[in-house]
């Protein structure tokens, strides 16, 4: 497992994998309100999420957040991105790129077997990276459940 990962524009945006850099109340107030894939996820789900994953968080030139993604992966096979944003004030500046390319570039997520993401509406940011759709989907299965949040959240 390498040490943290960080990587600086010359507009001194930032980004880190220091887990003790994250805004973890801004991650999880902007995955539970304005994804469409966790809405109402919780903090206790996010910060179980946070702890068992590769984490990048986005920071401003000022030391806030300005956007995350995050990897769940064994760092020898296999990386599933997922999580990815920028925060409405800070879009416009190709930080979503940026945090991609970097991400791309961790000395742990080098020489996988296979990186996957599921998008809804960024297709064309994805493929300039190298993600494509799927080359056999007719091998590919799985369990869904439709935001399991909300449910959580009205017990």
């Known amino acids: 497992m390498s040490t943290f ?23 999880h107030r902007w995955l539970s309100e ?28 000022d030391g806030r957040q300005a956007g995350f993604c995050r990897v769940v992966t064994d760092r020898a096979t296999f990386a599933w991105l997922c999580d990815v944003f920028v925060l409405p004030e800070f879009r416009g500046r190709g930080l979503a790129k940026w945090l991609v390319q970097r991400m791309l570039a961790h000395p ?14 960024a ?8 993600y494509q759709p799927l080359d056999r989907p007719d091998r590919w299965l799985e369990i869904k459940h439709p935001n399991p949040y909300a449910a959580l959240n009205e017990q």
């Open 34 to 61: 304005e994804s469409y894939w966790a809405r109402n996820i919780s903090r206790v789900t996010v910060e179980r999420a946070l702890a068992n994953s590769l984490n990048f968080g986005l920071y401003a030139p």
């Open 123 to 130: 297709h064309s940011l994805y493929q300039r990276f190298g």
């Open 5 to 27: 990962f960080t990587a600086t524009r010359p507009d001194d945006y930032t980004l880190s994998t220091d887990p003790a850099r994250l805004d973890v109340a801004t991650v």
């Open 108 to 121: 742990d997520l080098q020489n996988l077997r296979r990186h996957l993401l599921a998008t809804f509406d």
